[in-house]
């Protein structure tokens, strides 16, 4: 429409036609941002910057119920949070003689159903089943006729060691494993990392970037579901087409060896409530994945991906996403060019940032 528009109209039209449009939202805008209702029309009738992110979280809830019917990808959500969801029952003060009552017979058929399929990851399913075993062991069966029911089909129909059992289900917070850094050292190492826009022109080790990869994947994430995936690039002249898609790159695009997506998947949501949760997951894992890279030998710069349907377009092109996924942000690495500059980049105070409300 936009390149249709360019070529019957002269340039001088589409700048008036242009001017035009952004009177109109300024004398439209306090007008429809003085009710929920009116802000709704506004963006349903004049305009459509939502759209694309609309239809992809639209797309994501009806992909959510094809993959669970499925189930024949590698991670099923409902299964994670309901596991999730029967792990917290159990670490409960005081722990409750019956619980999940509501949704325990919906997580049994999604863990059988995941047994049953071939491409579904094996610690997911281990996890899942050590989670049902301990539930069944801990809550009173007797008290319910479908607990009993169901107690039986999974003893017959599990596949649950008891090393699993040990590994994969709650524990005490004194076996965690204790920090040996001290929050000077923290501090210290935190400084490493710098958003870094010049880099040497070496290949970046993949193996590296999924050690990476690894650490951020201990992030943490609503219902333990990360909705996310990482889409590295370090293939020419692909690295250069995307990196040259973030507007913050301007200057230093054609200098990025490797350029990660970070790219948050709507299907693993049945309600639009939840509609924020792969911006929130995505960018925790983010900063896990940028602060591991360092111990690694590599730096990073985290590239912008503003709302711009012409460019969200053409990167879902190129890096072949469904509708319902979504780039959040780009990731520039590599390894640092020592004479390269770093922006100082003050930092607010922690007196700036806290509010303590009582
Ligand atoms: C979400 C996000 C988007 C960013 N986008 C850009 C960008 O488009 N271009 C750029 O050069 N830097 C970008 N940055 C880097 C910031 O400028 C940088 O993080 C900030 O100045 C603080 O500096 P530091 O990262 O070195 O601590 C971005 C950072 C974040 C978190």
Redesign the pocket.
């Known amino acids: 429409m936009r390149q249709l528009l360019k070529k019957i109209f002269p340039s001088i039209v589409i700048v008036k036609l242009k001017q035009f449009q952004l009177y109109f939202h300024h004398i439209l805008a306090p007008l429809f941002s003085t009710s929920p209702f009116l802000a709704r029309l506004y963006f349903a009738c004049f305009n459509k910057s939502y759209q694309r992110e609309q239809f992809a979280n639209l797309s994501g809830m009806v992909a959510y119920k094809k993959r669970i019917v499925d189930n024949a990808q590698p991670s099923n959500p409902l299964l994670r949070r309901n596991i999730h969801r029967i792990e917290k029952g159990l670490i409960m003060q005081p722990l409750k003689p019956v619980f999940a009552l509501d949704y325990i017979e919906q997580t049994q058929e999604a863990y059988f159903s995941s047994l049953n399929s071939e491409n579904h990851q094996h610690e997911e399913l281990l996890w899942a089943g050590a989670v049902l075993a301990k539930y069944y062991n801990v809550v009173n069966v007797e008290q319910s006729e479908l607990l009993t029911k169901l107690v039986k089909e999974f003893e017959a129909n599990s596949r649950v060691t008891a090393d699993a059992t040990h590994k994969f289900t709650p524990y005490k917070n004194s076996e965690l494993l204790r920090s040996a850094l001290s929050y000077q050292e923290f501090y210290d190492f935190i400084q490493v990392r710098?958003?870094t826009?010049w880099f040497k022109q070496s290949n970046v080790c993949r193996q590296k970037i999924k050690n990476a990869i690894e650490l951020a994947s201990q992030a943490p994430s609503a219902c333990n579901r990360q909705p996310y995936q990482f889409y590295v690039v370090d293939k020419k002249p692909l690295v250069s087409k995307v990196s040259k898609l973030?507007?913050?790159?301007s200057g230093f695009a054609d200098n990025i060896p490797t350029i990660v997506a970070v790219v948050g998947d709507y299907s693993f949501y049945e309600h639009e409530r939840d509609r924020h949760v792969i911006y929130i997951d995505a960018s925790l894992a983010a900063m896990q994945f940028m602060q591991a890279l360092p111990t690694l030998g590599l730096s990073s710069?985290?590239?912008?991906w503003p709302e711009l349907a012409v460019q969200d377009k053409k990167i879902s092109k190129l890096l072949k996403l469904a509708d319902y996924k979504r780039v959040i942000?780009l990731i520039a690495v590599g390894e640092a060019e020592e004479e390269g500059g770093?922006?100082f980049?003050q930092k607010k105070t922690s007196e700036q940032l806290t509010q303590f409300v009582e």
């Open positions: 710098r958003s826009r973030a507007i913050g790159s710069c985290p590239l912008n942000m770093i922006p980049s």
